[in-house]
């Protein structure tokens, strides 16, 4: 088996040390890729801070042309990236695909920004003394951005971090989850080669393999600018709490919650929540977790949640039909399983699933739960639904609030009260009217409140967030 090298300066090298990544459905050993240390990562540090000095000032022509060459490079090599994320996470292997077209339109979504981000002219002259005075503000460049990345969507995740950096002249040093690691090599690999091929001497990214524990030495170095995070809101948080003087942008966990109201669809509803609820076993951090049905459809929409679910199919994620293969891991398997089983000794009730086979965890509904209970207070980033009824629009959306999280929420209805109420009061970033919370376009923007982060990805969001403003006032 090769083993993977990554890239330091711009050239890929080895170490002495080797990380095994297994894949998570047979627990076979399926890569291995050589592990940085200390002494790489501040060797890239210092690469990247020169060549920062080159990219920031890459006229924008050759900037978008340069994104539109890593998309077309991604979109021939579209089967043999969505066949390497399956193989390292597990990935069922028709999400795998559509995480590929997706990171193909956020480099080509890059591109497409790099050519107009704005800037603006303010007139000065507002007070006496200050006649004839005009101010220009543009966006600059921050520096090195620290990308660390999570392994659930390991293709176009670590595209949002790049594709906007690169945008905006910033170079960046990727630090890939460490399940999921020739992922992010592959990737890298392409943008090497794109700026070969345009002539450029210089690779404005970096990929290291080292442990998160090596990269947090480094997380207040002053050559970083920027320390943009994708991952748990536990790790997040901390992390914030290393940092010095360096921004910090936090795109964090969730518990989604959806409402189903008497005027909605129920067909469409229950169809659209078992795919944002058991989709590549609910690993996501918008997967569809708390359901909130009104009392008068909800014995219907049970019913009909239960029926489908049963048609969900779970096993080989290297099966076109396969829905639900493996969690990442069996421990994490086995932790959700043990919140099922204690949300049911406090009075829960099993609708389906609950069924655990390695690291294999079975479509699960759970109904009469409680709000403190695990299941519905924390994250479960797994294949688990709960079922609650309400009574009026407004206490459902009390419901959905009743969280320390707050990324996106799903809301089925036919009544634009309802749907504007919802957007108005439900406290997430984002509110999807007539379809589930883990709907998710790349140029929207998208990021959470409270403990599910402190910013907004999206192409156009996250150049904002990676430049600052500067302005030039002309007497």
């Given at each position: 088996?090769?083993?993977?090298?990554?890239?330091?300066?711009?050239?890929?090298?080895?170490?002495?040390?080797?990380?095994?990544?297994?894949?998570?459905?047979?627990?076979?050993?399926?890569?291995?890729?050589?592990?940085?240390?200390?002494?790489?990562?501040?060797?890239?540090?210092?690469?990247?801070?020169?060549?920062?000095?080159?990219?920031?000032?890459?006229?924008?022509?050759?900037?978008?042309?340069?994104?539109?060459?890593?998309?077309?490079?991604?979109?021939?090599?579209?089967?043999?990236?969505?066949?390497?994320?399956?193989?390292?996470?597990?990935?069922?292997?028709?999400?795998?695909?559509?995480?590929?077209?997706?990171?193909?339109?956020?480099?080509?979504?890059?591109?497409?920004?790099?050519?107009?981000?704005?800037?603006?002219?303010?007139?000065?002259?507002?007070?006496?003394?200050?006649e004839n005075v005009t101010g220009i503000v543009k966006r600059f460049p921050l520096g090195i951005i620290l990308a660390i990345t999570p392994?659930?969507?390991?293709?176009?995740?670590?595209?949002?971090?790049?594709?906007?950096?690169?945008?905006?002249?910033?170079?960046?040093?990727?630090?890939?989850?460490?399940?999921?690691?020739?992922?992010?090599?592959?990737?890298?690999?392409?943008?090497?080669?794109?700026?070969?091929?345009?002539?450029?001497?210089?690779?404005?990214?970096?990929?290291?393999?080292?442990?998160?524990?090596?990269?947090?030495?480094?997380?207040?170095?002053?050559?970083?600018?920027?320390?943009?995070?994708?991952?748990?809101?536990?790790?997040?948080?901390?992390?914030?709490?290393?940092?010095?003087?360096?921004?910090?942008?936090?795109?964090?966990?969730?518990?989604?919650?959806?409402?189903?109201?008497?005027?909605?669809?129920?067909?469409?509803?229950?169809?659209?929540?078992?795919?944002?609820?058991?989709?590549?076993?609910?690993?996501?951090?918008?997967?569809?977790?708390?359901?909130?049905?009104?009392?008068?459809?909800?014995?219907?929409?049970?019913?009909?949640?239960?029926?489908?679910?049963?048609?969900?199919?779970?096993?080989?994620?290297?099966?076109?039909?396969?829905?639900?293969?493996?969690?990442?891991?069996?421990?994490?398997?086995?932790?959700?399983?043990?919140?099922?089983?204690?949300?049911?000794?406090?009075?829960?009730?099993?609708?389906?699933?609950?069924?655990?086979?390695?690291?294999?965890?079975?479509?699960?509904?759970?109904?009469?739960?409680?709000?403190?209970?695990?299941?519905?207070?924390?994250?479960?980033?797994?294949?688990?639904?709960?079922?609650?009824?309400?009574?009026?629009?407004?206490?459902?959306?009390?419901?959905?609030?009743?969280?320390?999280?707050?990324?996106?929420?799903?809301?089925?209805?036919?009544?634009?009260?309802?749907?504007?109420?919802?957007?108005?009061?439900?406290?997430?970033?984002?509110?999807?009217?007539?379809?589930?919370?883990?709907?998710?376009?790349?140029?929207?923007?998208?990021?959470?409140?409270?403990?599910?982060?402190?910013?907004?990805?999206?192409?156009?969001?996250?150049?904002?967030?990676?430049?600052?403003?500067?302005?030039?006032?002309?007497?």
């Amino acid at each position: 088996m090769q083993i993977e090298k990554f890239l330091i300066r711009n050239e890929f090298v080895s170490s002495d040390e080797i990380t095994e990544i297994k894949n998570p459905y047979t627990n076979e050993i399926v890569k291995k890729v050589y592990r940085s240390n200390e002494h790489h990562i501040n060797d890239s540090l210092d690469y990247l801070l020169n060549a920062f000095n080159q990219f920031k000032s890459t006229p924008v022509y050759l900037r978008a042309e340069l994104l539109d060459k890593i998309s077309s490079k991604i979109k021939n090599k579209n089967e043999d990236l969505a066949q390497l994320i399956t193989l390292e996470t597990g990935k069922p292997l028709k999400f795998s695909r559509i995480e590929v077209e997706r990171a193909v339109l956020t480099f080509r979504l890059g591109s497409e920004e790099s050519k107009r981000i704005e800037g603006e002219v303010l007139s000065l002259d507002i007070l006496k003394g200050s006649e004839n005075v005009t101010g220009i503000v543009k966006r600059f460049p921050l520096g090195i951005i620290l990308a660390i990345t999570p392994w659930n969507f390991p293709i176009n995740l670590v595209a949002h971090k790049l594709a906007p950096a690169l945008a905006s002249g910033n170079v960046v040093l990727l630090k890939p989850a460490s399940a999921s690691l020739t992922c992010g090599i592959e990737l890298v690999k392409i943008i090497k080669e794109s700026c070969e091929e345009l002539k450029l001497d210089y690779c404005p990214v970096n990929v290291v393999t080292a442990s998160g524990s090596d990269i947090e030495k480094f997380i207040s170095d002053e050559r970083i600018k920027l320390v943009s995070f994708t991952g748990s809101s536990e790790v997040g948080w901390k992390l914030k709490k290393k940092v010095n003087r360096q921004k910090v942008s936090l795109e964090l966990g969730g518990n989604a919650g959806v409402i189903v109201d008497e005027s909605a669809d129920i067909n469409d509803s229950v169809k659209k929540i078992i795919t944002g609820g058991f989709g590549q076993a609910g690993q996501s951090c918008i997967s569809v977790q708390r359901v909130f049905v009104h009392e008068n459809v909800y014995d219907e929409f049970e019913k009909l949640l239960k029926q489908e679910t049963g048609k969900v199919k779970t096993g080989n994620p290297f099966k076109y039909d396969t829905d639900v293969a493996s969690m990442i891991t069996e421990k994490d398997a086995e932790k959700i399983e043990d919140w099922i089983n204690e949300a049911i000794n406090e009075g829960a009730v099993l609708l389906t699933g609950g069924k655990r086979e390695n690291a294999i965890l079975q479509p699960t509904i759970l109904v009469d739960t409680k709000k403190e209970m695990k299941v519905n207070a924390k994250e479960v980033f797994a294949p688990l639904i709960t079922l609650t009824r309400f009574s009026t629009f407004k206490e459902a959306v009390e419901e959905v609030n009743d969280s320390d999280f707050g990324l996106q929420a799903g809301v089925f209805t036919k009544n634009i009260d309802n749907a504007f109420y919802a957007f108005n009061n439900i406290e997430t970033g984002g509110v999807i009217i007539n379809n589930v919370s883990t709907y998710r376009m790349d140029s929207m923007p998208y990021g959470g409140l409270k403990d599910s982060g402190n910013a907004r990805e999206g192409i156009k969001y996250a150049t904002e967030e990676m430049t600052e403003r500067k302005v030039m006032v002309i007497s």
